[in-house]
Each structure stands twice: as C-alpha cells, then as structure tokens.
C-alpha cells in the first residue's frame, strides 16, 4: 500500500502543499508587527498558508483513505478466493495430528511441512527442490531444539 500511495499523486500534492504551507506559515510568524493592533502584514499570509495546510492534509488524507480502501478489497478478494488452501490446510492438520503418534515426529513434520508450504506458495513460485530443503531442515532444527534445549520429549513412532 505505501508504494501505491507515493505514487498516488493525489498524496504527493498533499504533502507538498502542506510542506509548503507550513514553510509559507514559518516565514509569516516571522514578518514583524508595523501596527500595535489590529491586523498586520502577516495576516494574510497566515490565512492563506493555514489554508494551504489544511487543504494538503485533507488531499494527503484522502488520497490514503482511498488507497486504504483499495487495499482492503484486494484483501478480502485474495481472502475470499483461499478457500481451497484453508480446507487443503485444515485437513492436511487432521492427517499430520492423526499421523504424528504413529510415523513420530520426523516422519510426520517433515512431510506436513512440505506440503503446507506447497499448498500456501503461488503457483508460479513452487521450487519443490527448495521446500523439500527447507521442510527437513525446519523439522531438524525443531526436533533438535526440543529435544536438545528444552528437553521436551518428542514422539519417535516407528523410529523409536
């Protein structure tokens, strides 16, 4: 969202002029008084660069409102179209927690991993090479930080 909204030119105007108004308000405050009341040299400026911030804050303001939004019906787009991955998902759980007591740990992990990984990648990224890679070694790691470190038993299943 951040780099649709700098391209936005809506919220780069915004910003500009508010940037702008703020250094026209800065030079304002400093124009010295001529007259002891009433209105002086400097309120018209003021006027004008407090209404140039307000009117950039109100454009950058929109501009984000309006890619926000946008953002957010990608979102649920992309959300509504993932019902296949999440009941993959949801029984590739069931398989994994009914599988773990029997295959164990290693066996079970490595396999649930690879294919979560499989399931959640876009289809034009899947490096079955590089998931297989990272599957073992997650499940690895896993085993040798519970087992090793925190010294929490692990089911072996077949392996013992």
């Not at 250094?23 to 407090?50: E, Q």
């Not at 296949?84 to 949801?90: G, I, K, S, W």
């Amino acid at each position: 969202m951040t780099r649709q909204l700098i391209k936005d030119k809506n919220f780069r105007m915004g910003c500009i002029m508010t940037v702008l108004g703020i250094w026209m308000l800065a030079d304002a405050i400093n124009f010295g008084r001529f007259i002891s009341g009433g209105i002086g040299a400097d309120f018209f400026p003021k006027i004008i660069s407090t209404a140039l911030i307000l009117i950039g804050l109100l454009l950058a303001a929109g501009a984000y409102k309006a890619a926000r939004k946008q953002a957010e019906k990608r979102e649920t787009a992309a959300i509504k179209n993932n019902y296949p991955e999440f009941a993959a998902t949801l029984g590739l759980l069931a398989l994994y927690i009914l599988a773990l007591k029997p295959l164990g740990f290693i066996l079970s992990t490595a396999p649930f991993t690879f294919l979560l990984i499989l399931i959640l990648s876009p289809r034009e990224n899947r490096n079955c090479l590089l998931f297989a890679t990272v599957a073992a070694a997650v499940t690895v790691a896993l085993y040798f930080l519970f087992v090793k470190v925190f010294y929490i038993m692990l089911p072996g299943g077949i392996l013992g």
